[in-house]
């Protein structure tokens, strides 16, 4: 797609905001400079009466609704900033739907013989119609020939062209506003449209997504505080993905709630768990858990769908993040600005006392708080605040983890409004740490490394790399160096089976 078709659509796009006063809300006239107010009010005039009604916030989620794949994601992804758009603003946002009316069933079953290369016949002994019809795709119960009942999602014909012009639009409209507006700059806002682009591009091969739904499923049954279905491999193509079906009713529903016997505050304890052991212990998370994607069976049983997105993070960050959480915990601030600076987070040449200092400032206010005494837009909006100060900016490998990171955290409240969530983190941000920063595992390290210096130096010796540079040690040296390398090896099993 040319630039000059995308700066069309992109002012199409900008026309629907102003009509909705979506482009300068009115609600921020009184923090805009003389030259920015007249601008806003002469935009204003373009408004139509009915598209402007509600709050900015749903204002921007009704356009963004209309732009397609790209608009939907994208305004998810900024419902995730209630630091810099506030939280009311981040709700509405995050309350974006993309409920489309369904392609028809015979469109949908040439799909799938399209895709898996078979008559639906051969695979399934009966297709419903769909029941759930988003932006990309939607779902069709079915019944496999052993009469197992399951889920098809089919792609909707077209989504790539439509996909690829939304993103051609985006990536502009990212490169204006860097040049533009300096102040949003901090957003990283090309970065930020390229994960909204690149996870959309994974949607878009469900055969990715099958693997994903796969691992998933086996990470998730090591700890069980939330299960997945079962990929039905036959039945999965670029195109067409078959899962066994979710029982349970979806967290969306208002009646989930009130199933007999179900416990609302273990559920939400385990939704935290489930998200932070799938993180920290494994490095991949479902990066999508609103209400739709959950089920839940009494008396507190999780179980995920649509794994379209998925998180992944380094053994490193995992690291800083369990460094950050567990200093949050047990409020040492001092360990938490420490682990930003080491992370990179914050630039060297800002003060780590001063961090702290600033750190403690927000923290200490909410420590201990239930959930429902806390604003956590107030809280994220402080952290904000001082975070530009010390110049941190937006990291963008970790944008979809802060995203579920808010999605978990509001979908817990909608639970239990009484949940901690400090208290729910706490055992597997302990284990985490036990088992990856304890001294235990610091002389694991060692000995590791220990392993792999001497098992490079045999290997340099086999190849002649060290004998120009390297005096052979005699029989009597050689005893010696081998006396200190196995006492030292010797000394840190030692060391660990005391810490044991």
């Not at 990715?208 to 299960?227: C, P």
């Not at 959480?325 to 990179?344: E, K, P, S």
Request: proline residues 6%; neutral net charge.
């Amino acid at each position: 797609m040319s630039d000059l078709a995308a700066f069309g659509r992109l002012i199409g796009a900008a026309w629907r905001l102003v009509r909705a006063d979506a482009l300068i809300p009115r609600e921020i006239d009184h923090l805009l400079p003389p030259a920015g107010l007249a601008a806003a009010k002469a935009l204003r005039l373009f408004s139509g009466r009915a598209a402007r009604s509600g709050r900015p916030g749903e204002r921007v989620a009704r356009v963004l609704e209309t732009l397609g794949p790209a608009g939907i994601k994208l305004g998810q992804l900024l419902s995730t900033r209630a630091d810099i758009f506030g939280d009311v603003f981040a709700t509405d946002l995050s309350h974006l739907k993309d409920h489309l009316d369904p392609f028809p069933l015979p469109l949908a079953r040439a799909e799938i013989a399209r895709s898996l290369g078979v008559a639906p016949e051969a695979l399934f002994a009966e297709i419903e119609p769909a029941i759930a019809a988003a932006s990309i795709a939607q779902a069709h119960p079915a019944r496999l020939l052993d009469g197992r009942k399951v889920a098809i999602k089919v792609l909707r014909p077209g989504i790539e062209e439509r996909v690829a012009r939304d993103a051609a639009t985006a990536a502009l409209a990212a490169r204006l506003v860097e040049r533009w507006a300096p102040p949003a700059r901090r957003l990283e806002p090309r970065a930020l449209v390229a994960t909204v682009v690149r996870s959309l591009q994974l949607e878009l091969d469900l055969r990715l997504e099958a693997g994903g739904a796969s691992e998933l499923k086996d990470v998730m049954a090591l700890d069980g505080y939330m299960a997945a279905p079962t990929v039905i491999w036959e039945g999965v193509g670029k195109r067409v993905l078959t899962l066994t079906w979710a029982n349970g009713m979806a967290l969306s529903d208002p009646a989930a709630l009130d199933l007999p016997g179900v416990d609302r505050a273990s559920t939400a304890i385990k939704l935290v768990q489930a998200f932070l052991a799938q993180a920290l212990d494994h490095g991949v998370f479902h990066a999508d858990l609103h209400e739709g994607n959950l089920f839940l069976e009494a008396p507190d049983r999780l179980t995920a769908v649509d794994f379209g997105i998925i998180g992944r993070i380094s053994p490193g960050e995992r690291k800083y993040l369990a460094e950050i959480l567990w200093g949050f915990i047990n409020r040492d601030y001092a360990r938490v600005a420490q682990t930003h600076f080491d992370a990179g987070y914050v630039p060297k040449h800002q003060s780590v006392e001063l961090f702290a200092q600033a750190l403690r400032a927000v923290g200490e206010p909410v420590a201990g708080r239930s959930a429902d005494a806390v604003s956590m837009g107030r809280l994220l909006t402080q952290l904000f605040e001082i975070t530009a100060l010390f110049e941190m900016r937006l990291r963008p490998e970790l944008v979809l983890l802060q995203k579920t990171m808010v999605a978990v955290e509001g979908v817990g409240r909608r639970l239990d409004p009484n949940l901690d969530l400090w208290e729910a983190a706490k055992p597997i941000v302990r284990r985490y740490i036990a088992r990856e920063l304890s001294p235990i595992a610091k002389t694991r390290e060692y000995l590791d490394d220990i392993r792999g210096a001497l098992r490079a130096i045999i290997q340099m010796a086999d190849r002649d790399v060290v004998a120009p540079v390297i005096v052979v040690p005699d029989r009597r040296s050689f005893g010696l160096l081998w006396f200190l390398v196995g006492g030292l090896v010797t000394a840190a099993g030692f060391l660990a089976a005391e810490l044991l």
